[in-house]
């Protein structure tokens, strides 16, 4: 093993520990669903934990012991919401400490020492977080755009379980970024006269990738979005379709891969060498493809004329 990467195992801190506990919990559940039909656990609890939306329609019917715990997919707003709250104060604290020299609040610090921040790590920039949340921000302020604008919402659930995670999910997303952050104490440690002399090419690359996904990502909600309306813009039925254009003529879900790929876009603003955010792209790539397998089962199964070529989340590989 290569020396930085014993280095970085060996700092397994609280934060990696979470991100790598789940990321081996969507890699075994993706594994479990690729074994043959036969072999795949038939437990009702299991198989409604993981799925949501469409892929819980189908046959058999769901135990009422399952429906008893469902909430409407339409909730997917209350995680933006969520998020750009949260975040938006992480980065008003950060904005704070970087510009203004304001150190972050105690009880904020004393958590990010909790989940292992550490003292001026070494060859972090501090406008490489900044940034990340920057995107963050604006990523959940987008998705909750689209939720209340874009999207049109049928009566699909979603387990409270996964309710509840979702509401966590970017509250611990945007301390795993604040976390990268080098400090002095309580304030944010920055190199030089000023935060932005920091500025480095991959910043620009990560900053270019994050609005080329993005920009597909909201193609891809829109062309679903507007399957279930007229071309007045009126919402007329609810039913699945086969939706076509963008990425969609590679993949199932192209809207987990644009998902999957703003992750990596702030990983390349991370300067490609942070080993916590390459936990939570990791953590991302399986539970997205996860996901989108089970996507992918439901429209073959729904419909005959599915297209023959269309990948479930890699164009031309899954």
Request: hydrophobic letters at 50%; a positive charge.
């Given at each position: 093993m290569a020396p930085w990467?014993?280095?970085e195992l060996s700092a397994l801190n609280p934060l990696r520990a979470v991100w790598l506990t789940l990321t081996a919990?969507?890699?075994?559940t993706l594994l479990l669903q690729l074994l043959p039909p036969g072999l795949l656990p038939g437990c009702a609890i299991f198989q409604d934990l993981i799925r949501y939306g469409k892929t819980k329609c189908g046959e058999p019917p769901r135990p009422a012991a399952c429906r008893a715990f469902d909430v409407p997919k339409r909730y997917f707003s209350h995680f933006y919401i969520i998020s750009v709250v949260w975040n938006g104060f992480l980065l008003w604290c950060l904005t704070q400490s970087l510009f203004l020299g304001a150190p972050f609040p105690s009880w904020l610090h004393g958590l990010l020492r909790i989940l292992g921040a550490a003292q001026f790590q070494g060859g972090e920039l501090a406008l490489s977080a900044f940034l990340v949340l920057v995107f963050l921000w604006l990523h959940s302020l987008r998705r909750l755009f689209e939720c209340l604008y874009v999207s049109v919402f049928s009566n699909v659930m979603i387990h409270v379980v996964q309710y509840c995670f979702?509401?966590?999910?970017?509250?611990?997303?945007?301390?795993?970024v604040l976390s990268q952050v080098p400090m002095d104490?309580?304030?944010a440690y920055v190199t030089g006269k000023n935060v932005l002399m920091q500025a480095r090419w991959f910043h620009i690359l990560g900053m270019m990738m994050f609005i080329w996904s993005s920009a597909h990502q909201y193609k891809c909600h829109v062309i679903?979005?507007?399957?279930?309306?007229?071309?007045?813009?009126?919402?007329?039925?609810?039913?699945?379709?086969?939706?076509?254009?963008?990425?969609?003529?590679?993949?199932?879900?192209?809207?987990?891969?644009?998902?999957?790929?703003?992750?990596?876009?702030?990983?390349?603003?991370f300067g490609f060498h942070n080993f916590t955010w390459w936990l939570v792209?990791?953590?991302?790539?399986?539970?997205?493809a996860l996901s989108a397998f089970l996507s992918h089962q439901f429209y073959k199964s729904k419909f005959v004329s599915y297209p023959k070529h269309r990948k479930a989340f890699l164009p031309f590989l899954f």
């Open positions: 990467a014993e280095a919990a969507f890699l075994l979702g509401l966590v999910y970017y509250v611990l997303v945007g301390l795993t104490g309580r304030n679903l979005g507007n399957l279930r309306k007229n071309k007045a813009g009126v919402v007329i039925h609810c039913n699945h379709r086969i939706p076509f254009g963008d990425w969609f003529e590679y993949v199932s879900s192209p809207n987990y891969l644009a998902e999957l790929m703003i992750y990596i876009s702030m990983a390349v603003t792209v990791t953590n991302v790539f399986f539970s997205q």
